[in-house]
């Protein structure tokens, strides 16, 4: 039997509208997106910039893992090779279901082991810098970390 390599991509999907303001807070707004969202919007972009070999490529190992709302993180798992297609298309997904994002590859990885140990060791730093930012701005400490740290355990299916 012939094991399918793959690989997982962390990614970060930043509002549009935040990046274009100096990012003097934090947008603790959940986005309005699911998982099926995310997975089309990431198809179309594959097809608009490699055509129906791109789509046809990365179609057949493409899912979405992990979908948190709240930090705006994603995991995107992907076969070995048709992987950067993926890579490649993702700074330019720029519209999930009427929102403007901006998306940021963080990680690629093998492991959804590996993915998950970089997003909790990325959320601690991001929860100390908000930590400073809370403290000048005298804000609610507990909610504010409750939703950096909403990492929920991931299922490998």
Known sequence: M??????YFVVEFERA??????????????LNSKDIDIANAVKDKVQELHGDFGRASISVGFKVIYANT????VIIRTRHGPHRLVASALPFVTKIRNEGVVGQ???????????????????????EMAKKWL?????????????????????PC
């Not at 012939?2 to 690989?7: D, G, L, M, S, T």
């Not at 509208?17 to 959940?30: A, G, L, M, V």
């Not at 709240?70 to 993180?73: A, K, N, P, S, V």
């Not at 403290?135 to 299922?155: A, V």
């Open 2 to 7: 012939v094991r399918f390599k793959k690989r």
């Open 17 to 30: 509208h935040h990046i274009n303001q100096c990012k003097e807070y934090f947008d603790i707004e959940p």
């Open 105 to 127: 590859l963080l990680y690629t990885g093998a492991t959804i082991k590996h993915c998950q140990l970089f997003m909790v060791r990325r959320q601690t730093r991001k929860l």
């Open 70 to 73: 709240t930090t705006r993180l």
């Open 135 to 155: 403290t000048k701005k005298k804000m609610d400490q507990k909610e504010i970390s409750d939703n950096i740290m909403d990492i929920r355990q991931i299922d």
